[in-house]
């Protein structure tokens, strides 16, 4: 899919007054109320006891998965707002299984209106054909109110599938999923896969997935990823969310399994001790401040690296030992990297504060590209001292 | 430490990609920091051309990969970060050979490709999922193809068919595209379970080749509809994967982490690689062969660059134990072994193991006579450690638990004559054991039958094996006559293989007592063998075999009861080689013994149901044990012990007979309660019930479920029954009292007449063809098949 050339995309789905402002705002009571109702919203949908709310506790309350045996069924429409503490901004509605879309008192334009993503879970150890009959059904609901939704399937539990099986139900699902969509008519509708399991890191890495889609800044991330692990010598690099430890960015290179879960493990590590021993004072809530770095050394000679970007991200990079032999260049680019992050998001705030129309003005494509090329001249700069 | 023939340049940073031109005389390396061309000599690698130079050195010169025009020999284009695509020419005069700088792409461009047969077609595939055809010519994009998935992550032009290339994605999908049609693919389908990070096309197959993260290399056939040939399980994400030139069913792949090697597989033999080349010592990022099959180019993040030649691989499989099981279709199985020390083989755990259902483990080897060992050893140094065990059931029917759930009746009589019944059928499966059980219940439980039990029941069919309570040897005379005739070559390549075959050691079997087991008594040999993979062999098939077995001695072995003949008037039984003789005296209180040793606890308290003696055995065969008269002690109470028997059986894996026994008990059921709980009553049922299902015996589980008494296993029945609908045209499972939506617009037709129906219409629930209700109903009296010619055979009302 092509995020740039559509700039409509995720333009439409936000709301026109949604800020991205984890810089200048500090649990800002007036403004949340304000925005409450138009945050981007993903919807968790699916039928009953396919695992919605335990994806939910798991990837955004850090409920530990066997925990989740003991979750009662939801009865209620569950809001959840993630706005307090991360960067991205958004509600996860996670509805009960048993409510059904077509229900005229079900207002379907208000709660699909200002959805961002719709997430369809399908219980792979059970059988699909029910599933896929309302996925078709409320994706096709869905498209109606809102074309510009992005649906997702996480086909669910596969923890419990060998590997072949996997593969087979994934490509059926797969298959009849769109032939179903394209009975329906639409063809342009574009369904994503993801295989998950709360018992691994699976359902972070598909989550990450549909949240990177909801952030139009997420190639100019990207971008600036790359050019940092390129002039530091650094293997790889991801932008985490600090409470739920999904990924925001990462940089080009293939994402390996181990890699993500190391940085995951890492920003646990960091949280634990930090609440742990870097409360100030008893009022602080967040012991997580620009202050907060990490280095933690693997006796198979690599290096993770954990900074502070804001109070909402922070930086995992893995790299070779014999590259962090001069951590100060890494540091100084490291900071060249988070004042372009910063700039990058400070431009989408004028954009929004001086009402300019963010359809012309704020499209990603203007800030991608001077956010890449200051930070460009910095790193070069950084160079020669890294030769 | 580096072989002297493979050559190595190290460089100042580590290179993403390399590339040949087209005579394979020259190569180029890309990556951050590095953009050089070398030529390839004899013994050396020569700069001829550093590329990364001039005072702007943008991203631009930061590639994550290169290619080499397939046409034009001073043509390159390399894909940036930045998402530039970039052509080189190396003709230009002057320092900067950059030619063109196409930033069309917005995000990482992942692979570039040039076109195998048009010089100016160039295609990338990027990080936001979109492929861009550029022409070199206009210096502009041609088409731009949307995929709708995740990054791209390869794009590889089809040999075979000059406008198709290959993309594979992120998400695990591989498309197909026509290089001219940029609306649609021609096909897509899900590969992997994960992301996809490299393809290949074979040079003459129509297969493509791709790797992926969920640590596999999948082979597709991509003529028809994608079908997948081959799976290769590797050790790590794999990063690239290359044909091997001239060579059908070779691959060379490397890994994206952890594992640093150059792995080349043969497609067959999916599990250990042909060779492997482990120069370098960091992951290894891209190879390239060099146009013959017997070298190639690798480059890695330790910046190293190497041509390996293929004489100098190492070659697993020679460092392997070669260790073989095989499953037979008769539940068989064996195991072969090397290089485990003899004398281990007897502490050997697995092999005191009792596998309930599979029958006793033999090892051969380590039973034979000192002498024999030695001469073995002498002869064949190298595998006279081999063991090859095998865990048989033949002999009987393929499964005699199965045979007897189909014949077993479990209701409609008084329990004495179901259990004589069910007892009868054991022992026709010479499950004597179970047999036995059956007898103590018609005893218990039943009118004892006034009759003279040898007599009046037909005798079992005489066992094809023969009972023997102690291992006893043979002599191994044929030493000498084994050892010629057993020297076969069975290698894979007509290269000497080194197989040795252990002359089997004559088991004098014993029935097993649980009846679980068949007669062994077959010899058996074994053979470790070491292929050695001939590298120059192009087409080679695996061995069928890899043991060729010796036929099997006759298995009936008489004369060896002499030891036993005297125990079994005092009714003691006591089979299995390790039992002591003291297991036959348990039963010394006027009853028999009847079970194996470890069943000692419970058959000697058998006594007490029923007095058994053992018919003589008279041709050197242990007949059964026959329940001679019941002497129902008035102060025993046979139902703990009976539950006790019935645990044991469960224990030993014997579902069917606990839930078998304790079903046939009916009103007598409630008696053995008290010894066996509600969850274990349950969970033989269910595991029977399981058991049935997993042989088809559908019927059968469904006579279990209705004769159960549990409600929890009784509501079965009612609770898990789904009936669903398919459309009778075309397949689909349609919903529920529902037309099929597709065929929808489709009259039914009567199969017999071809008209529509209107009315009623009648069909066949099996093949669902049917048509008008008269029709079918002439159509049926008159034949079996059904009209539709489908060959089903069908049945109405």
Sequence with gaps: MSYQDDPNGYVG??????????????????????????KP????????????????????????????????????MVKDDINNSSLVQFQIWDFPGQIDFLDPTFDSDTILGGCGALVFVIDAQDDYQDALDKLQLTVTKAYRVNSNIKSEVFIHKVDGLNDDYKMDSQGDIHHRATDDLAEAGLHHVHLSFHLTSIYDHSIFEAFSKVVQKLIPQWPTLENLLNILISNSGIEKAFLLDVVSRIYIATDSSPVDMQSYELGCDMMDVVMDISCIYGMVDETETNTFNNESSSLIKLNNGTVLYLREVN??????????????QKQGVIDYNFLCFRHAITQVFELRNKCQSSGTDRRRSGTPDAVPNGAADSTESTSDHSQPQLA | MIPSNTICVSEEGPANALALNKDATQVVIAG?????????????????????????????????????????????????????????????????????????????VNKVSFHLTEPALLISGSQDGMMKCFDLRMKEVARTFISNTESIRDVQFSPHQAHTFAAVSENGNVQLWDVRRHERCLQQFTAHSGPVFACDWHSEMPWLATASRDKTIKVWDIHAKPNLEHTIYTIASVGHVKWRPQKKYQVASCALVLDCAVHVWDVRRPHVPLATFAEHRDVTTAIAWQNDPNTFLSTSRDCSLYRHRFSEAAHPVLWANPHGVCVSARGDVTHAAPDCPLPALHT????????????????????????????????????????????????????????????????G??????????????????????????????????????????????PPPPPAHTNSNAVEEEPLEEVEQWAETQFHNSGVLGMPTLSIYIPPHKYKIRHDATGACGPEGSGWVSAASAHYVDVETADWTLPEEAFPLRAPPPAHQPSILDTTHGRTAAGGASPGGSSSPGSGSSGSNGSACTAPP????????????????????????????????????????????????????????????????????????????????????????????EFLQKHKLWNVATEVVRCAWLSSVWSLSQQSSSVTVCCGRCGRRARP????????????????????????????????????????????????????????????G
């Design chain 1, 311 to 324: 109070k909402f991200l922070a930086l995992v990079c893995i790299l070779r030992e014999e590259n962090f």
């Design chain 1, 13 to 38: 789905s936000f709301p026109k007054d949604f800020t991205y402002g984890p810089f200048e705002q500090n649990g800002d009571g007036d403004s949340s109320s304000l925005q409450d109702d138009h």
């Design chain 2, 348 to 411: 050997n755990p697995a092999s005191d193991r009792y596998v309930p259902g599979l029958g006793r483990k033999q090892p051969t080897a380590g039973s034979l006579r000192p002498q024999a060992q030695a001469a073995l050893e002498r002869l064949f140094p190298g595998g006279a450690a081999s063991i090859l065990t095998r865990y048989s059931g033949e002999g009987r029917p393929p499964c005699c638990v199965v045979a007897c759930a189909k014949e077993y009746k479990m209701r």
């Design chain 2, 413 to 458: 009589l008084p329990t004495h004559e179901l259990a004589e019944h069910n007892a009868k059928v054991a022992r026709a499966y010479n499950r004597h054991m179970v047999g036995h059980v059956w007898e103590v219940v018609r005893c218990v439980y039943g009118r004892p039958p006034p009759r003279e039990p040898p007599e009046r029941e037909p």
């Design chain 2, 737 to 796: 009292r529902a037309m099929c939506d597709r065929c929808l617009p489709h009259p039914d037709l009567c199969a017999v007449c071809r008209q529509v129906v209107r009315g009623l219409y009648a069909w066949c629930q099996g093949c669902s063809h049917g048509g008008h209700l008269e029709h079918m109903r002439q159509w049926m009296e008159k034949h079996q098949l059904c009209p539709a010619g489908c060959g089903h055979h069908c049945q109405l």
């Design chain 1, 41 to 76: 919203r993903i919807l968790l949908r699916g039928l009953r006891r396919s695992g919605k709310s335990s994806i939910q506790k798991v990837v955004f309350h850090k409920m530990s998965p066997n925990e989740t045996w003991f979750l009662e069924s939801t009865n209620q």
């Design chain 2, 598 to 689: 470890n069943l000692e606890q419970t058959s000697s308290a058998y006594p007490g149901a029923a007095t058994l003696c053992r018919a003589q055995p008279e041709e050197g065969e242990s007949g059964p044990l026959w329940v001679v008269h019941e002497a129902l002690r008035p102060h025993v109470e046979p139902a703990p012990l009976l539950a006790l028997a019935l645990r044991h059986h469960a224990d030993l894996g014997d579902v069917q007979t606990a839930a078998l026994v304790m079903i046939v008990l009916h009103e007598h059921r409630s008696d053995l309660f008290p010894y066996i709980d509600e969850g274990l009553q349950e969970h033989w049922l269910l595991g029977y019930i």
């Design chain 2, 32 to 108: 951050r920091n590095v953009f050089k061309v070398f030529s390839i000599e004899e013994n050396d690698f020569t700069e001829v051309c550093n590329l990364r130079v001039g005072k702007n050195l943008n991203l631009n010169f930061s590639s994550i990969d290169v290619a080499w025009s397939t046409i034009e020999e001073n043509t390159l284009a390399t894909a940036a970060t930045n998402g530039a695509v970039v052509v080189w020419n190396l003709g230009r005069s002057g320092r900067s050979k950059q030619e063109h700088v196409f930033s069309d792409h917005k995000r990482t």
